[in-house]
DNA sequence: ATTTATAATGTTGTCTGACAAATCTATCAG
DNA sequence: CTGATAGATTTGTCAGACAACATTATAAAT
């Protein structure tokens, strides 16, 4: 059995990567239908002229990539919805690295709170004041807000009801943890600061509230970029300090 | 050899899920290093009293997603620019999805344009120029010129030299592409439309030059407003001509 | 005839052993 | 000290087997 039929993979390339390469061109092409089942790993491996291992690994990349799932014993199957992979790399704690996520942060959000203002629903509005004031209790407890600061964007982010905003800010959301806890931190410093965040989240509500789109925006604006502008203000310590407390676990 | 001796994988989860999670949290945590060398394919096997096969599949789920690289005869590597796997529905090629898209162009370009304006290089702005000259170049020659716009606003991206930006639009390129040829098809309807968007691209190049942030910026803004508003003028039969051309046949 | 156990079969998960291909290391010649 | 050669190491691929689970077919019972 040394002969190859239907299509051979071309030479060079990892063999896995051929399988995998021409079984999600199947899939994104629509010739096989999400729910429906691919071939026996052993079918796959005759097709080909290729071991088991080489199918089982080619599969392997599928199941990574978010676009079969496989069930013991029943067999392998085109997921429901098929996904893609977006490979980032993993910003380095740095202040640089820390203002590059900011920038990033504000161009998500500025335009997450203009289409907030323009659709956001009676509930999704609540919500957000309802994120708001849970960042101000938890202060008074005493904790850092982190999560509650964290939570309250994302809850703007939600009102945009643009899944591709809150799909990216979720992904970003365990580094800006961290960059968030830097910032917190470093406002926390001064009675000002604090007074400053609160004035303008406020602010940026105020504006979803109301519809107002360009206010929601501009406010969305001020407020990163003064966290920019007050970041760079922070001792220059500042950053290992955090490090130290150990708040970044997650991941 | 029965013991399972170091850290013992928890049951339940599949076996090579489970050694995929500790190596990636080694990698995460700064334990290993970038650049550094895994151990042999049989150590870890026998650190885990495990098969090389669930050792092989744990290592190709990491490669898979960008922790690690392996080189034939010579090891598995922590790669050096360690990545965390974004997963993604597909996006489908309603005008809805579409207008999404251009939602998040917007949040992204705005920024980038700013950025840009503020940071460019003169060879970075050597080379915006030739990329819009491009796009002129190929719809004289009678091409459609999508390649070439998406190249231009690459560059603007480039320019902001901040690789979150170049990251996730090289990321939605595959997507952009279909809904570039779309709003371009529907552009290259009227010729008002096609002098606009050149208006538009030269406007945005221009403030770059200047080193004028706030002029970059709403010039990206403004242009990806009109792009939407051009494509709600579009006709409603628009997305099934662009469907037929197949000019989507990029994965 | 329908339902319920039971057996047979099919499929993925894991194990073992082997060899090929590429790389690295140590030895030796000059 | 340099360079070539031989050996050892390591990942890539192959082959076959069994285990774990799922599906299907068969038989039994009511």
Redesign the pocket.
């Given at each position: 059995m040394t002969t190859n039929h239907e299509t051979q993979p071309t030479r060079g390339v990892?063999?896995?990567e051929q399988v995998a390469r021409q079984l999600t061109h199947a899939i994104h092409t629509g010739e096989m239908r999400p729910g429906e089942r691919?071939p026996?790993?052993?079918a796959l491996g005759e097709r080909y002229d290729?071991?088991?291992?080489?199918v089982?690994?080619a599969i392997s990349m599928l199941r990574n990539a978010g676009l079969v799932t496989?069930?013991?014993?029943?067999?392998?199957f085109v997921a429901e919805v098929p996904t893609v992979a977006l490979r980032l790399a993993i910003p380095d704690p740095s202040l640089q690295s820390v203002i590059r996520l900011l920038e990033l942060r504000r161009a998500l959000e500025v335009e997450a709170a203009r289409l907030a203002a323009q659709r956001r629903t009676p509930s999704q509005l609540r919500r957000i004041r309802n994120a708001m004031a849970d960042i101000d209790e938890a202060v008074e407890v005493g904790a850092d807000g982190v999560d509650q600061d964290m939570a309250f964007h994302r809850t703007i982010a939600e009102a945009s009801n643009n899944t591709h905003f809150t799909a990216i800010i979720d992904f970003y959301n365990r580094f800006l943890h961290h960059a968030i806890t830097v910032t917190r931190t470093n406002e926390s410093l001064r009675d000002t600061f604090m007074a400053q965040v609160i004035e303008e989240h406020q602010a940026i509500v105020d504006a979803i509230a109301q519809g107002d789109e360009e206010a929601a925006a501009q406010a969305a604006g001020r407020h990163l970029e003064h966290a920019e502008w007050r970041l760079r203000q922070a001792p220059t310590d500042l950053l290992e300090r955090v490090e130290d407390t150990g708040a970044n676990t997650s991941v």
């Open positions: 990892q063999l896995p691919l026996t790993e052993a290729i071991s088991r291992s080489v089982r690994e496989s069930r013991r014993g029943s067999g392998s």
